[in-house]
């Protein structure tokens, strides 16, 4: 019996809310039954909501049925890196044209930042806030399901990368006040740090430190 939508929306954002935020290792098999009984549903909503979680890529088929927390491999890591910081410049590339003069913009300081979720959230909301650079509305929700996929990697950042609050904030400090060419720059050079350092972050979150590229 299918589920009311109103059901299956708080099982998918719940569901999602506990990948993203590591509570399942990448290959861990979920147990469909057994996370109806824990959130109090039936195993319709949470089968609805975990095929649209692989719709976002993540979750994933288990060839024998069910779903599995896909790994998180170096070459996958690379490439997801490498692509939300694309989009990123992207998108800014994009705003320049559209707007050459940025309005000024107040934000709170990230440099005080200790806890490793919330410099993952604000992480997440600067990067969401210079997609909306771009008059293209599809930049914010790709630049968006990049970040929801890098989440996981990005509470464990604190613990292979020193200074991450102070690195979020001085890209906060141009997006404020700095020209469109060196915030560019300050982005390459955010993702080419991680870049450099994907085996310790791959092996921080438990992922395949053997290469391989991740689904």
């Not at 288990?62 to 990123?88: A, K, M, N, S």
């Not at 292979?160 to 141009?174: F, M, R």
């Amino acid at each position: 019996m299918s589920s009311d939508p109103v059901t299956t929306t708080r099982i998918y954002e719940q569901l999602k809310a506990d990948i993203i935020g590591g509570r399942f290792p990448p290959r861990t098999r979920l147990v469909e039954r057994a996370l109806a009984v824990e959130y109090g549903v039936s195993i319709s909503p949470v089968r609805s909501a975990a095929y649209c979680l692989v719709g976002e890529k993540l979750l994933k088929l288990h060839p024998g049925g069910g779903f599995d927390v896909p790994d998180i491999t170096e070459d996958g890591l690379r490439d997801l890196y490498f692509w939300h910081g694309q989009l990123l410049r992207n998108a800014l590339h994009v705003g320049k044209r559209a707007a050459p003069e940025r309005p000024r913009e107040e934000f709170e300081s990230l440099t005080n930042l200790i806890a490793a979720a919330a410099i993952a959230a604000a992480a997440a909301n600067l990067f969401s806030h210079i997609a909306g650079h771009s008059p293209n509305a599809q930049h914010r929700s790709a630049i968006l399901a990049a970040g929801e996929r890098l989440h996981v990697v990005r509470l464990r950042e604190p613990l292979v990368l020193g200074g991450v609050a102070d690195e979020l904030g001085a890209v906060q400090a141009l997006t404020v006040t700095g020209r469109t060419s060196d915030l560019m720059t300050a982005i390459w050079a955010y993702h080419r740090r991680r870049l450099r350092r994907v085996t310790d972050l791959v092996a921080a979150v438990g992922g395949m430190v053997h290469g391989g590229r991740s689904d």
